[in-house]
């Protein structure tokens, strides 16, 4: 599995990549491929508020239909409106042009909560 290690991570298998007081959110690499192949990604409202943890959006694949959870509270100020047309990016580039959103942090010391590398390679490998 591929665990980038400039990424930081939820335990629900969410990525966080950091610029500044804004996050872009994407599923990992481990997400996608349990998912299988992505048929439909519902992407969040932009504008929205948003808790930490709460559903955020939900993806469809041929196995299931999985929600995406927000790894920090904030507000959502860019989504990826080209998974509409591509929902198969989140298999093909889940760290690149399968990203789904850009949340404006809350709380910054709240990124501390989440995994890094190391820390998401031990849950997805334990």
């Known amino acids: 599995?591929?665990?980038?290690?400039?990424?930081?991570?939820?335990?629900?298998?969410?990525?966080?990549?950091?610029?500044?007081?804004?996050?872009?959110?994407?599923?990992?690499?481990?997400?996608?491929?349990?998912?299988?192949d992505v048929v439909f990604v519902?992407?969040?409202?932009?504008?929205?508020?948003v808790a930490a943890g709460a559903g955020i959006s939900e993806v469809e694949s041929t196995k299931s239909v999985s929600d995406i959870y927000a790894p920090v509270a904030g507000t959502i100020v860019e989504v990826n409106t080209d998974l509409d047309a591509a929902p198969e990016q989140l298999n093909a580039d889940p760290y690149g042009e399968g990203w789904i959103c850009v949340i404006e942090v809350t709380d910054t010391a709240a990124l501390a909560d989440l995994l890094d590398a190391d820390g998401y390679r031990k849950l997805i490998e334990g």
């Open 1 to 36: 599995m591929n665990v980038p290690d400039d990424l930081q991570y939820s335990t629900d298998h969410e990525w966080v990549r950091v610029d500044g007081n804004r996050v872009r959110v994407g599923i990992t690499d481990y997400a996608q491929d349990a998912l299988g």
């Open 42 to 49: 519902q992407v969040p409202e932009q504008g929205a508020s």
